[in-house]
């Protein structure tokens, strides 16, 4: 079965600089997709950015990176100059047929 | 429609009752996932849909939980005998391809159920 940690319930980091929120993940299967979700107050699930297991490149998406290291079974998301509006949760999510996601990180931004 | 549509947005009900909760995925989606989310946990997995099929059933919790998606197109999740411990947002997903495709999930905005 498909198993997601994220090993960090709260993070804080100062506005501007880069924070990295920690995803591991456990299959057996080759062929997987892994993505980042947000989650403001508001309850809304935003798509971040996505990495398949064969890429050979790190994903990026603007001030999103996805640091993915295949034979530590991580995923660790970049977050580039964080602004206050970044403050929410994050979920990591892997799919091989259903999608799961972990249980969360909290990030809050310090002014 | 535009995006993912799940009504309704708002479901107050007793325990005992049977409840359903319908998710309306963006048109030519053909993978559909329906997930339980209590407040400050991550969603968690229910069921997979490719197409009319359940792909994956293996999160229902028990047997009072179904779901259905008879066309392809909407599916509904259902609730026999509603306990307390089942209040949660009911999140439904919806993406152009299943299984290891790249495409992203899209979310709509949840079924809030409240069991008394």
């Known amino acids: 079965a498909q198993k997601i940690t994220q090993t960090q319930p709260g993070m804080f980091v100062q506005e501007k600089e880069a924070v990295t929120l920690d995803c591991t993940y456990d299959?057996?299967?080759?062929?997987?997709?892994l993505f980042w979700y947000k989650q403001p107050s508001s309850g809304e699930m935003i798509f971040l950015i996505y990495q398949g297991s064969y890429d050979q490149q790190n994903a990026t998406e603007g001030r999103y990176s996805l640091n993915f290291q295949k034979a530590r079974k991580s995923a660790n998301l970049v977050i580039s100059a964080s602004q206050l509006g970044d403050s929410a949760m994050y979920f990591c999510a892997m799919r091989e047929f259903g999608a799961r996601f972990g249980a969360g990180t909290r990030l809050t931004v310090k002014p | 429609g535009a995006g993912v549509s799940q009504t309704p947005s708002n479901k107050v009900t007793e325990k005992g009752k049977y409840v359903e909760l319908r998710c309306d995925p963006i048109s030519g989606h053909t993978a559909l996932y329906w997930y339980r989310q209590s407040l400050g946990q991550g969603p968690e997995f229910l069921i997979y849909f490719q197409g009319t099929g359940a792909a994956d059933d293996s999160g229902l919790p028990n047997d009072r939980f179904f779901a259905v998606r008879p066309e392809g197109s909407v599916s509904t999740l259902k609730i026999q005998r509603t306990e307390r411990g089942d209040s949660a947002v009911y999140l439904c997903?919806?993406?152009?391809?299943?299984?290891?495709?790249?495409?992203?999930?899209?979310f709509g905005e949840g079924s809030r159920l409240t069991v008394l």
């Open positions: 997903a919806s993406s152009l391809t299943g299984a290891q495709g790249t495409g992203e999930l899209f």
């Open positions: 299959t057996s299967d080759p062929s997987y997709g």
